[in-house]
Nanobody, 124 residues
Framework: QVQLVESGGGLVQTGGSLRLSCAASGLTFSTYAMGWFRQAPGKERDFVAAINWRGRRSYYADFVKGRFTISKDNTKNTVYLQMNSLEPEDTAVYYC?????????????????WGQGTQVTVSS
């Protein structure tokens, strides 16, 4: 059974940083691309970042503006999202997802597995 478990969310002030983690099990993690998405209250779920199976190629939403960094550790079956210079607009539930093609994509319909999400709240 595939499981993706996010952690690292919490409450932070504007300008602060958080590092989200997503631990994967039940799949051959090294062959999967991984992505991060977020959903703010009353809004649709949006793409944030993705990384390919080897961790060599990454993709970001425009609103990231160089503030976020995605990374993948195939020895630990974990993908990370380092978030710096956080803004109140970044408040959302953050989800990780796994893409079996290994290439990485911005399209959430192309992901095969999803985590349960972790709440990030940025206070002004």
């Amino acid at each position: 059974q595939v499981q993706l478990v996010e952690s690292g969310g919490g409450l932070v002030q504007t300008g602060g940083s958080l590092r989200l983690s997503c631990a994967a099990s039940g799949l051959t993690f090294s062959t999967y691309a991984m992505g991060w998405f977020r959903q703010a209250p009353g809004k649709e779920r949006d793409f944030v970042a993705a990384i390919n199976w080897r961790g060599r190629r990454s993709y970001y939403a425009d609103f990231v503006k160089g503030r976020f960094t995605i990374s993948k550790d195939n020895t630990k079956n974990t993908v990370y999202l380092q978030m710096n210079s956080l803004e109140p607009e970044d408040t959302a539930v953050y989800y990780c997802a796994a893409d079996k093609t290994g290439w990485g994509t911005t399209k959430q319909d192309e992901y095969d597995y999803w985590g349960q999400g972790t709440q990030v709240t940025v206070s002004s």
